[in-house]
């Protein structure tokens, strides 16, 4: 069953530029929704302050879900693949934490 009525590379190509589209339209539709209910932002920073340590959760939830498929599938394939490359990986994995550590830093400490 066809979904769409282009085939192919074009149609591929079609669909992704409509699904983006899409989406910074509806990215536009939320910011002027949140524009009309607070259009100086006290009221959204103050929620985004009082929810920080369950929007911190979701945050680890979304870190976890790539860590986990990193780990159990991903990093075994590498090292069975190219076992002379242990070091390269773990030096790249701590980059990941500490990209992961400095982005959590900046969203806990930032005034804006």
């Given at each position: ?27 536009f ?59 390269r ?24």
């Amino acid at each position: 069953m066809r979904l769409y009525p282009f085939s192919g590379h074009i149609g591929r190509i079609l669909l992704m530029v409509l699904l983006i589209l899409l989406m910074t339209a509806s990215m536009f539709a939320i910011a002027a929704v949140f524009m009309a209910y607070d259009p100086d932002g006290h009221i959204t920073r103050r929620w985004l302050h009082d929810s920080r340590w369950g929007l911190f959760a979701w945050r680890l939830v979304l870190y976890g879900c790539p860590i986990t498929a990193w780990i159990l599938k991903v990093r075994p394939q590498a090292l069975i693949r190219w076992p002379d490359g242990r070091p390269r990986l773990v030096r790249m994995e701590l980059m990941g934490v500490l990209f992961l550590v400095a982005t959590e830093y900046v969203a806990w400490t930032s005034a804006v």
